[in-house]
Every structure is written in structure tokens, then in C-alpha cells.
């Protein structure tokens, strides 16, 4: 949708991001997935008096790398603040950072239609979750599973520099790429590793200032925040333009009607009566702790497809695609240094592979082919042994599983192309002769029946005859030279358009 004539948008996301790691921000317990109801939730998650809580390092470790990921500066001092805040979720007052967040100033380059632009960020705070209501479990009541409770977040906040709800989702999935890419955060959306609240808020054109927001809460796949914040776009303009005004509200989105409702007038941050943390000691970083951080740090996202761009020569949009994702990247980079051509690794990876991968719902984390086996496979093809068409077949078989070299894989089933002039040449021959009518019309000028001629030939050879007029055997077979004084170049290439 784009925005109506005379109006302009403005969005600002803030993002809770759950930090993967292996116990929770404030206690030893687990921080894993899917276990029995309260089954981790120790003393300090439960927030009962009297028990302390102690700040987790790993905690840092990840909100540092996210910092450094987005160009931010790192706070050497950041504190912890109590929110009053209640939810039947959250045991106690939930610990949060106010004043002096951990991460500061940042961007993201996000891409549309062609077009690059610069989100701010105006922060990156952390804060512990709540638990979870479960309305299922017991008849009449609400059960409350405190499982999540005291997971590390990292809520990034942005600044209202989105001007549409497609820019928010590019700005949502850039963010949601850059933290699963570093690891930070595993990004299962699912699982309510990551949540949206959008702020929305429109005005006139001609208008300065911004106009009153709304902010909608939870929002927890990218479709939803974009109908979520399409919606609300209408919905404020209808009601400015009918002459009414709008109050600043927090609305949840119902995504069955595809309509956000009023949930609460929205609290300012008075009301969350905020005060200094009283029970964790300010956290001080030193200079080497940040730099043992930046130092496991891989290249970035960003700078890997400068980089693919410019010394190895793919197109924009390949780039952006094999840097998209770490382990993507890895396997690229092992291939692409290995092989003549980095572009026909990278068109093997974002073509063949990606698709298997996707239509078996897997990740390039375990992907059944390894780059050795792909660098065999590139190397064979660009040494002429295998065809084109072969490599097809050999790749699919690497796919369903190989227990023995790709190289021994192609001896054994005899799938080395047939350069010898002697054996083609009357393969050749038998063809022409069994169809006198292409033949005819293929001198007379109907070059487009040359695909059908070697066609012709694929099929008799299995796709195996090699038909290149760099194949020194060939270039003096006088039926082949025949064959290709009839059609010329077009030789060089199978009905299918494949170099052969
Ligand atoms: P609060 O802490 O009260 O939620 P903030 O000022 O921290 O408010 O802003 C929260 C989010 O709302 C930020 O992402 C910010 O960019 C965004 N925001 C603030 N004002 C507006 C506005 N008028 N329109 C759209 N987004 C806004
Ligand atoms: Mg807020």
C-alpha cells in the first residue's frame, strides 16, 4: 500500500530481541525452549524475596556484538533500573535499563525497491522477560508457566524514520538477518524469540511535527506487522480526516479481523516510577573485555557483500543474498576460493542448492552437501570432464547422498563426456541421415533446428557427448565441422540455452 496523497508516515519499532544464551540474564537456570511448565524458573526468576539477583556475562557479550553490528557506541557505564509495571506474568518490579543503556546510536542500512537508506538507532537497552499465561492447561483459570521469565532481551529501539509499513518490515527482517547472522539472538519467531511494537503516527505533508502515535504491541511475524501497521495508517487518517483527533494509545492487533483495537491510554514513562536498581552494582566495561568481543566478531553482512561485489564481481543482488546468512557465506567462501568462476559458485549455491534447501525446509546448517563435494562437482565441469546436464544429475545424487568421491561417483558411472571424435562422429552421421527433413530446412537456413539436433545427440549420448569446438578431437571430424558450418554458433549451445 502506499501512503494516501496529502499524508505522510511515520514509524518507529522497537524490538525485543531474545539473547541466545544458556542460562538467564539474572540466574544459573535454563534458558531452553519447550520444557515442562516452570520446570526453570529458580528463586530469583520467581522473584521471591530475600534472593539476589546476579548479571549474566554472556548476557553483555551478545548485546555488545549486536552494539558493534550496528555501528553503535558502547556504554563503559550502564545501569540497571526497576519499572513498575504490573502483569500477572512478571513476579516482582521487571529489571530494565532507563537512563543508561547498554548500547547507543547505531544504524542499519536497509534496501527497497532499489533504493538504500539509513535507519537510526537510538538505542539498545536489556531487560529480563516474563513468564508466560497459559489459558488452557486448567479449567476456570489462567495457569502461569514462569519458564521465560528472567530471559535475557534486548529491546533495539529505533528512531521514527520509517515512512511506510514496507520500509518498517525491510527495517524488521534487516534487524532480524544482523542478529541471527551474529548469533545473538536465534530469531525464531515462533517460539517468541523476537517480537514487534510498532509506534505509528501520521500528518499532513506540509506538517513539522510529528503526529500522535499508537503504539501496537507483540506483533510477531513480519505479515503481521505490516497489516498490523497498514491498518492503523487507515484508521489514523480516517479519523483525522473526519475531523476528529487521536489520543496517544497502546492497541493490540487482532490478526484474525486484521484490526488493532485499544488495549490502554498509553502510560508516559512517569508512570512507570522508574528507580535506580537497588540489588546489581552499575556495569562497568572495561576496554579489553569490548575488544575480546569485537575480536569474535565475523565480517559483517554489509561489508561481505561490498566485498563480494567488488572483488569477486557478483551482481548486487547475489551479494546481498550469499551474505545474508553466516553459515550461507561460509560455505560460499569455501567454494568460490576454490574454483575459476566465483559467480558459478555462487549460481550453483543461490540456485540449485538454496532451492533443494528450501524445498526440504532445511538450513545451510546442515545441508547433506558439503563444499568439497560442490568444489569437485564445479571443478569436473569446468574442466570439461562433465556436462552441464551431468552436473545437474551428479548434484542431485550429492544431494540424496554420497558415500564415495564425487570424482570416483562420475568414473564409476561412466559420466565423463565423450570427446572422441571416433565415437560421435558417426552418432552424428546416423542422425542427420535419420532425419532428412531438420536436416533440409537446417541448411536452408532454419538455424533453430540446430537445438534440436543436439538435442538429438544429448539423447542418444545420455547428455554425455561433448560438443564444444574447443574439444581438440573434434575440431578436424569432418561430419562434425559439417554439422557445425550448418548452424554455426548456436552449436555451442543446447536447446535448453545451457553452455555445453
Ligand atoms: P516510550 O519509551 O514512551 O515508548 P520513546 O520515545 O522511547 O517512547 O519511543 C518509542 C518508540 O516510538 C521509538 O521507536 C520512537 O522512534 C517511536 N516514536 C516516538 N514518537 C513517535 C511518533 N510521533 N510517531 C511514530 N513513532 C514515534
Ligand atoms: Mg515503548
Known amino acids: 500500500m502506499t501512503v494516501p496523497n496529502g499524508w505522510q508516515v511515520d514509524i518507529g519499532l522497537e524490538i525485543h530481541a531474545q539473547l541466545k544464551t544458556n542460562s538467564k540474564i539474572f540466574s544459573g537456570s535454563s534458558t531452553r525452549f519447550g520444557a515442562a511448565p516452570n520446570s526453570q524458573a529458580s528463586f530469583v526468576d520467581m522473584g521471591l524475596p530475600g534472593v539476589l539477583p546476579v548479571a549474566n556475562k554472556a548476557v553483555f557479550e551478545k548485546a555488545i556484538q549486536f552494539g558493534l553490528g550496528v555501528g553503535a557506541e558502547i556504554n563503559r557505564v550502564s545501569r540497571f533500573d526497576r519499572k513498575n509495571y504490573f502483569y500477572r506474568t512478571f513476579r516482582r518490579l521487571q529489571i530494565t535499563q532507563m537512563d543508561e543503556p547498554i548500547v547507543v546510536a547505531g ?51 529505533s528512531e521514527p524514520d520509517m515512512k511506510s509499513a514496507e520500509e518498517a518490515v525491510a527495517y524488521a527482517r534487516k534487524i532480524h538477518q544482523l542478529v541471527t547472522y551474529l548469533d545473538v539472538c536465534d530469531g525464531n519467531m515462533a517460539e517468541g524469540s523476537m517480537r514487534f511494537d510498532a509506534n505509528v503516527s501520521v500528518r499532513r505533508e506540509s506538517a513539522v511535527e510529528l503526529g ?39 492497541r493490540l492487533f487482532d490478526s484474525e479481523k486484521r484490526e488493532t483495537r485499544q488495549m490502554r491510554s498509553k502510560e508516559t514513562s512517569t508512570d512507570y516510577r522508574y528507580f535506580p536498581e537497588p540489588d546489581l552494582l552499575p556495569v562497568v566495561l572495561s576496554e579489553a573485555f569490548i575488544q575480546s568481543v569485537a575480536d569474535t566478531m565475523p565480517e559483517l553482512p554489509d561489508d561481505r557483500s561490498t566485498r563480494y561485489q567488488a572483488s569477486l564481481g557478483l551482481s548486487p543482488a547475489d551479494a546481498r543474498l550469499l551474505s ?177
Request: hydrophobic letters at 40%; glycine letters at 8%; one cysteine or more.
Open 212 to 250: 500522535t502515535r499508537s503504539e501496537i504491541k507483540n506483533l510477531n511475524s513480519f505479515r503481521f506487522l505490516e497489516q498490523a501497521i497498514e491498518y492503523e495508517i487507515a484508521r489514523q487518517i480516517e479519523t483525522l480526516e473526519s475531523g476528529a483527533s487521536l489520543s496517544q494509545d497502546t
Open 324 to 500: 545474508s546468512d553466516l553459515h550461507l557465506a561460509l560455505f560460499f567462501d569455501s567454494v568460490a576460493c576454490e574454483v575459476a568462476d566465483p559467480k558459478i559458485a555462487a549460481n550453483w549455491i543461490k540456485g540449485d542448492l538454496l532451492g533443494k534447501l528450501n524445498e526440504a525446509e532445511r538450513s545451510i546448517a546442515n545441508c547433506p552437501i558439503t563444499p568439497d563435494q560442490l568444489i569437485d562437482l564445479i571443478k569436473l565441469l569446468e574442466a570439461g570432464t562433465i556436462s552441464g546436464k551431468i552436473a545437474k544429475d551428479v548434484f542431485l545424487a550429492m544431494w540424496n547422498g554420497m558415500n564415495i568421491s564425487v570424482r570416483e561417483y562420475v568414473e564409476r558411472e561412466g559420466l565423463e563426456q565423450v570427446s572422441d571424435a571416433g565415437a560421435l562422429e558417426p552418432l552424428i552421421k546416423n542422425i542427420i541421415d535419420a532425419n532428412p527433413k531438420q536436416a533440409e530446412d537446417l541448411k536452408g537456413g532454419k538455424t533453430k533446428l540446430m537445438g534440436f539436433f543436439v538435442g538429438q545427440v544429448m539423447k542418444e549420448t545420455s547428455g554425455q557427448a561433448n560438443l564444444s569446438r574447443s574439444t581438440p578431437s573434434l575440431a578436424h571430424c569432418s561430419v562434425f565441422e559439417h554439422f557445425i558450418n550448418m548452424g554455426g554458433p548456436a552449436l555451442l549451445t543446447s536447446s535448453s540455452g545451457q553452455k555445453l
Open 107 to 157: 544504524k542499519v542500512l536497509i534496501e527497497l525497491n532499489g533504493k538504500e537508506k539509513f535507519i537510526r538507532i537510538t538505542r539498545a537497552h536489556l531487560e529480563e522477560d516474563a513468564g508466560k499465561s497459559i489459558h488452557d492447561a486448567v479449567d476456570h483459570a489462567t495457569a502461569i508457566d514462569l519458564n521465560r521469565a528472567g530471559t535475557p532481551l534486548l529491546e533495539i529501539v
